[in-house]
């Protein structure tokens, strides 16, 4: 599979009708008994969760925070229609956590704030209005956050894992590989890397921008988050494939 190489300087390949994905989500989410959650604001805030029948774990998986990446909401709309999900695992999903950018086909909220930085002292409506539904949820065993990157040259993944098991991210790069190409550069996004995995090496008090993938793990509210990060100057269908298939990996392996 070969990079198209399009996208010079941004993200120049397809966009979504987020408007359309989602409601195609809420129709998947309400024929499979989902419980919607949703907050009234400057922008909606909208989550599903769902008890296992058996619970034993809880996941969460969000998508949709940057606007030039549309193959996360679309693998969200796989993953719930399909709706094969593990018997014993309790499940809380954000199918798009930034509703105004993907009409622009822009990383940022309508607003221009990057909202992938601004879980340390929220400014933006949409990040504070997540966080306070975040509170009220309980604690997670694994978080996913669903990316897509325009400069990368396949498929990789952030891992945070407060133990006490190892992580997956060698399962998951070993499931996806079978379906999208993975990026063996030594250095991802100025981080070294090893077989598409970077493990970053930080204090979160040292940082002054927080991800959402650092807000769950700085406020103990996952043991173990996996951000995925679909490469996207490869066909769409390719980068679907792989975050879908990253993600039922994970949610098997808990
Ligand atoms: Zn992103």
């Not at 193959?71 to 499940?91: F, K, T």
């Not at 890397?193 to 959402?212: H, K, M, S, T």
Request: aromatic share 8%; net charge negative; hydrophobic share 40%.
């Amino acid at each position: 599979m070969l990079r198209l190489g399009k996208n010079i300087g941004g993200y120049h390949g397809e966009t979504i009708d987020i408007g359309e994905v989602l409601r195609e989500i809420g129709k998947a989410a309400a024929e499979n008994h989902w419980t919607r959650d949703s907050a009234a604001g400057p922008v909606e805030f909208t989550a599903y969760r769902r008890p296992a029948a058996s619970p034993r774990r809880r996941a969460y998986v969000s998508t949709g925070i940057h606007g030039d990446e549309p193959a996360g909401p679309l693998a969200m709309a796989e993953l719930m229609r399909g709706n094969q999900w593990p018997g014993d695992v309790s499940l809380w999903v954000c199918p798009c956590l930034n509703p105004t950018g993907f009409p622009l086909n822009r990383r940022e909220n309508a607003g221009g704030i990057d909202l992938n930085r601004d879980y340390r002292e929220p400014q933006s409506a949409e990040v504070r209005a997540h966080l306070e539904w975040l509170e009220r949820q309980p604690d997670f065993d694994l978080t996913l956050c669903l990316h897509e990157d325009w400069e990368s040259a396949g498929f990789y993944l952030y891992e945070l894992n407060a133990g006490p098991r190892t992580g997956l991210a060698e399962l998951i790069i070993d499931k996806v590989a079978a379906v999208c190409p993975i990026d063996l550069s030594p250095v991802i996004e100025e981080r070294s890397a090893q077989n598409g995995i970077i493990r970053p090496v930080f204090n979160p008090e040292d940082r002054p921008l927080w991800a959402e993938a650092l807000w769950l793990a700085a406020r103990k509210k996952t043991r173990l988050n996996c951000t995925l990060e679909a490469p996207s100057d490869f066909p769409l269908a390719a980068r679907v494939g792989a975050l879908v298939t990253a993600a039922r990996t994970a949610l098997e392996w808990i």
